[in-house]
């Protein structure tokens, strides 16, 4: 599959390229031939109608998919058959739309676990506890407390994580996914169900997320939010690419528009002209 | 149990608690043994199904993967020190070598029921481990023709104590004035491997593995997703839990000095699981509880039910044997109903940062 001519250079600011990614279930062409590409130190929108495949982007970038037919170029190598465990590795860490935290585990716990792939200690460890091992267990309980503290959950280091407020278990799960030392973060829909105020904050937490040198894959449907912090953006329809480019180009783009406006409005408008 | 352990908060009452608790186990063997020594042997099966319910809190408990076939491990250490000490192959050797083989055998079998598992989960795996339990029990019951390997049906007799010398845990000694019998010896020793185990147990869930197995039960997806390698932390739960088995089960063999299919059937796969689910999956203590109770209220049961009904009707009724499945029944659904996360559920642990920035 060899992709058009839009796709991406090899380009030393690139973090993650996408070439030409197809992805069909059944009948539906989730993915059809999207390229794109994230520069370092980038808030990277993707928006898009529901249904659009956003979220099918994103299991596929993380391993839960396989690909029919295109690849990720990650950091420099390909992403090519890695299942998900090993793209967090290389990686890629992400949130879920629906939110998937370990609910019966408190909250440090939870994000305990995100330092699951940068620690070593395997069975024999836990049995003995050498002096390595509880060291890694302290240097780990101590980042796992920072992580909650940087996302402004750590006064609720012990409560379950189903016992927390929405926004918590939202700003938890980026916390978590910290965790694993990520070069890009991915986000999938982190303001959904969030209020002008909630919002407002995470808006702040996702520029020092950047500041503080994570790249940031942004799925979102709030487009103040979107059009405020991401640097560019990708837009899908029906599994296409229609537009890339900086928030106010992409706004102005008249496929997005109609798109956004609904396919009727875009039919009649052809049918009168 | 908790101000019993909490050696920081309140150290005095929590060591006075412990040694408590560590002369009452002591002692508890002779005062056993003044009511018939048949208490003894019972208190040694009930601390083995402890064993048993601890492994299988690994799979059940942590990694949250339900296995209904669990006793086949138990029976893969069984038969591991049954053929290699006693005289059906005449092979004799000591129980410090054959333990750890049963072990790797059953862990063995652990990788073997994981591997072609990996993809299923809660109805789906049960049926699977179930029928794996059945398979190993049949095999059993079979593999005495072309060549006799289990002497199926009639099972393996006269297989040998632990013996380390001329040491014997079968015969009785005299030691300060005191009665050493077998049971009495195997009970120390059972207490002193129940220990580590425990032990074990603890460290082994307040750790990274731990916290992995625990992430795969809450939620396999994002457990990926965290950069977890669910297929290698699933296979090491069975691993583990098998190895557990089979040390228990190499246990189980000397100490009876006979072992038939029989003892391996479905029912007791079902009894194991009952103790990890009464007693608070996934909470070490609350399976320690749920397999001493499970283990104790049949002997109870036997004891008392014949009196009792003899006291109220003048003659026996029911069958000691009805009572239990009736009581064992009635019991789990009222846990079902009132305490549905078992006698001690399994608490989250408080943490308090010990060095702040």
């Keep these: ?273 | 149990m908790r101000a019993i352990l909490d050696t920081k908060g309140n150290p005095k009452l929590a060591w006075a608690g412990l040694a408590l608790v560590g002369i009452a186990l002591l002692v508890l063997p002779f005062a056993l043994a003044a009511m018939g020594t048949a208490w003894v042997r019972i208190t040694n099966l009930a601390i083995l199904f402890v064993f048993l319910a601890l492994g299988l809190n690994i799979v059940v408990g942590f990694a949250g993967l339900l296995d209904l076939g669990y006793i086949a491990f138990y029976a893969v250490g069984a038969y591991v020190y049954a053929l290699l000490a006693s005289p059906h192959f005449n092979i004799h050797l000591p129980f410090w070598v054959i333990l750890p083989i049963g072990a790797a055998v059953a862990c063995m079998f652990g990788v073997l029921l994981g591997a072609p598992t990996l993809k299923l989960r809660g109805d789906y795996l049960a049926i699977v481990t179930l029928g794996f339990g059945e398979i190993i029990r049949i095999f059993l019951n079979n593999l005495s023709q072309p060549v006799n390997i289990t002497n199926g049906p009639q099972g393996v007799t006269l297989i040998d104590p632990f013996r380390i010398g001329p040491f014997s845990f079968r015969d009785t000694e005299a030691f300060l004035g005191l009665a050493f019998s077998g049971p009495i010896k195997y009970y120390y020793f059972l207490l002193v491997v129940l220990l580590a185990i425990i032990v074990i147990n603890l460290r082994l869930q307040d750790s990274r593995i731990g916290r992995a197995w625990e992430a795969i039960r809450e939620d396999e997806v994002a457990a990926r997703a965290m950069g977890i390698n669910t297929r290698n932390m699933k296979l090491l739960a069975f691993a583990m839990g098998a190895s557990f088995g089979g040390i228990a089960g190499g246990m189980f063999s000397a100490i009876q000095g006979f072992i038939s299919p029989e003892s391996f059937i479905l029912l007791e796969s079902i009894m194991v699981l009952a103790m990890v689910v009464l007693g608070g999956m996934g909470n070490v203590w609350g399976v320690i509880v749920g397999a001493l109770l499970l283990s104790f209220a049949p002997e109870v049961l036997r004891y008392t039910v014949e009196p009792v009904q003899q006291a109220l009707f003048g003659r026996m009724l029911v069958e000691p044997e009805v009572i239990r499945m009736l009581l064992f029944g009635f019991a789990l659904v009222l846990m079902m109903l009132f305490r549905p996360a078992g006698l001690l559920p399994s608490a989250t642990r408080k943490r308090e940062l010990e060095v702040r920035r």
């Design chain 1, 1 to 273: 599959m060899s992709a058009p001519g839009t796709a991406p250079q090899a380009d030393a600011g690139v973090l993650l390229a996408g070439r030409g990614i197809n992805k069909r279930f059944g009948g539906v062409q989730a993915l059809s031939d999207v390229s794109f590409a994230i520069r370092k130190g980038e808030i990277y929108g993707l928006i898009g109608p529901n249904g659009a495949g956003k979220t099918s982007l994103f299991n596929v970038l993380t391993g839960i998919y396989t690909p029919d037919s295109g690849n990720f170029v990650f950091d420099g190598a390909p992403l090519d058959g890695l299942k998900p465990n090993e793209v967090a590795k290389r990686g890629i860490a992400r949130t879920f739309q629906n939110i998937r935290l370990f609910a019966n585990l408190s909250a440090l716990e939870n994000v305990m676990i995100g330092r699951h792939v940068r620690t070593r200690a395997g069975v024999f460890g836990a049995m003995l506890r050498n002096p390595a091992t509880l060291d890694e267990e302290r240097a780990i309980e101590r980042r796992a407390f920072e992580l909650l503290e940087y996302v402004g959950v750590g006064r609720r280091a012990n409560d379950l994580a189903r016992h927390l407020p929405y926004g918590d278990q939202r700003r938890l799960e980026i916390a978590r996914a910290l965790a694993t030392d990520p070069k890009l973060l991915a986000l999938d829909e982190p303001a959904a169900g969030m209020n002008a105020t909630e919002t407002e904050s995470l808006k702040g937490l996702l520029e020092r997320i950047r500041g503080d040198g994570t790249t940031i894959l942004l799925i979102e449907h709030d487009m103040k939010l979107v059009m405020s912090v991401c640097d560019r953006v990708l837009v899908l329809d029906y599994g296409k690419k229609i537009a890339e480019g900086t928030a106010g180009a992409v706004q102005e783009d008249p496929a997005v528009i109609s798109a956004y406006l609904g396919g009727d409005v875009a039919l009649n408008l052809k049918g009168a002209a």
